[in-house]
């Protein structure tokens, strides 16, 4: 199960009462049901990196929590896994080392720690990949190790920041469409981060767009569009001009 309830969720660093602390997260409330995407559409500052690692158990809320099924998180650990921008993969490590890496730290047996790591690696479309080093890898590539390193351990909820940031644009577009193939065959909770209006649309079955910081959830929008997405479609476009205009309103620091 996974599913995600962000209650009254604030952040501040730093002691509130002092000159310099930041307010990050003001209040953001929403819910998603368990095995729905979710995206976290904003400006640069909003906050969602903050949400995602209070999500992740990086970071303690200073009012509010994040829920996964009713219980608060409160630490970080398999349950919630995190793929970060630059992917993170150990240098040091193959492909299948580093998708093997999460399925020892929980103990699993050697065979079928060996059975799960070879199926992530055809799910991720990596099969003769499996004794390359990160290095010898594109940025697509490694990010698709990320992306089944964090499945393999079959958490409750996957969180992802930016996770195609550097990749360039056509690549971006593909591993957008083979995130959607990915979660449609191993479902799971999602919170994304995003930038992107057309990445949120073309990913999600909700979207939360944030005001600029400190963050507050604007609007909550269900993406009611058949998969998979068509940019010409008029519900996709007219989503499109909806979010730009949501997100062009919003003015104010960085
Ligand atoms: N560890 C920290 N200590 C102090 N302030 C922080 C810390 N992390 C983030 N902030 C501040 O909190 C605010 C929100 O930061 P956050 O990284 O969550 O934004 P973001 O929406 O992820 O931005 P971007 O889109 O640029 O990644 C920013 O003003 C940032 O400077
Ligand atoms: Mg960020």
Not at 103 to 109: A, G, S
Not at 175 to 204: F, G
Request: glycine content about 8%.
């Amino acid at each position: 199960m996974g599913q995600l309830t962000v209650k009254g969720l604030s952040k501040t660093y730093g002691d509130g009462a002092m000159a310099g602390s930041v307010l990050a997260l003001n209040d953001v409330s929403f819910e998603v049901p368990n095995n729905q995407f979710c995206s976290i559409l904003g400006h640069s500052g909003c906050g969602k990196t903050t949400l995602l690692n209070i999500a992740a158990g990086f970071e303690k809320p200073t009012a509010g929590a994040v829920l996964v099924d009713g219980e608060p998180v409160s630490a970080p650990g398999w349950k919630n896994t995190m793929i970060f921008q630059d992917y993170a993969l150990f240098p040091w490590a193959s492909v299948a080392e580093n998708i093997a890496f999460g399925l020892e730290m929980k103990n699993l047996p050697s065979h079928k720690r060996l059975d799960a790591t070879q199926y992530f690696i055809g799910l991720v479309g990596l099969k003769g990949f499996e004794n390359k080093y990160p290095h010898q890898l594109s940025g697509g590539m490694r990010q698709r190790v990320a992306i089944a390193r964090a499945l393999a351990v079959r958490p409750q909820l996957l969180l992802m920041d930016e996770p195609f940031a550097a990749l360039d644009a056509q690549n971006r577009t593909f591993m957008q469409d083979e995130l959607v193939r990915i979660w449609q065959r191993e479902p799971k909770t999602v919170m994304l981060v995003t930038h992107s209006i057309d990445e949120a649309i073309k990913l999600s079955d909700c979207i939360a767009v944030m005001t600029r910081r400190p963050g507050r959830v604007k609007e909550f929008i269900q993406v009611d569009l058949q998969r998979p997405r068509n940019e010409d479609d008029a519900g996709y476009l007219k989503l499109k001009r909806h979010l730009r205009d949501l997100i062009h309103d919003e003015v104010g620091d960085r």
